[in-house]
């Protein structure tokens, strides 16, 4: 409960210290892929699971937010993730854009129709903005996420592959 807390204080302290730039609304959609490491008690192998979404977001030059809704038919989760931006002191405003995140959500996994659980998950991930147009760009990421409050999952890792359009 007290990781809980403290990632909760985590993710106000990001919201709130956005600078006052300019923010670059978006909207996208997101491919991503969990490999599911199962509780050990209940089967010995792992879960993967594709999942497609959809993501509204904001973006100054520094910080990025975004909330996403994404699942499948076993599995479906909402989430809250927070980026910095990084190397851009360095290289200016480049095409290939690094980050470092945090992220926040809530899980719904019924795998098989033989269980129904909830719980929420938090977790890091890191990966690159590439630019294909001044109104489009690539998000690859690569996520690890702790799952609590489902007595199958212990934790999901994973790649994400996103096209978000500004407006």
Avoid at 31 to 60: A, F, P
Avoid at 125 to 147: K, P
Wanted: aromatic residues 14%; charged residues 15%.
């Amino acid at each position: 409960m007290s990781r809980s807390i403290l990632l909760f204080t985590l993710v106000c302290t990001l919201l709130s210290a956005q600078q006052e730039n300019e923010a670059f609304p978006f909207m996208g959609a997101t491919l991503t892929t969990h490999s599911i490491d199962l509780n050990s008690d209940i089967q010995t192998s792992g879960e993967n699971e594709t999942v497609l979404g959809i993501r509204y977001g904001k973006q100054t030059l520094d910080w990025r937010t975004m909330f996403t809704f994404s699942g499948n038919s076993a599995l479906q989760s909402f989430s809250v993730e927070i980026d910095k931006i990084l190397l851009d002191e360095l290289f200016g405003t480049p095409k290939v854009r690094p980050y470092l995140g945090a992220t926040l959500g809530y899980l719904h996994y019924d795998k098989d129709a033989v269980s129904d659980n909830s719980g929420y998950f938090y977790g890091g991930n890191l990966g690159f903005l590439l630019y294909a147009t001044d109104r489009i760009d690539v998000d690859l990421s690569y996520h690890y996420y702790d799952v609590s409050g489902l007595d199958q999952i212990e934790s999901m890792q994973g790649a994400n592959l996103s096209l978000h359009y500004f407006f």
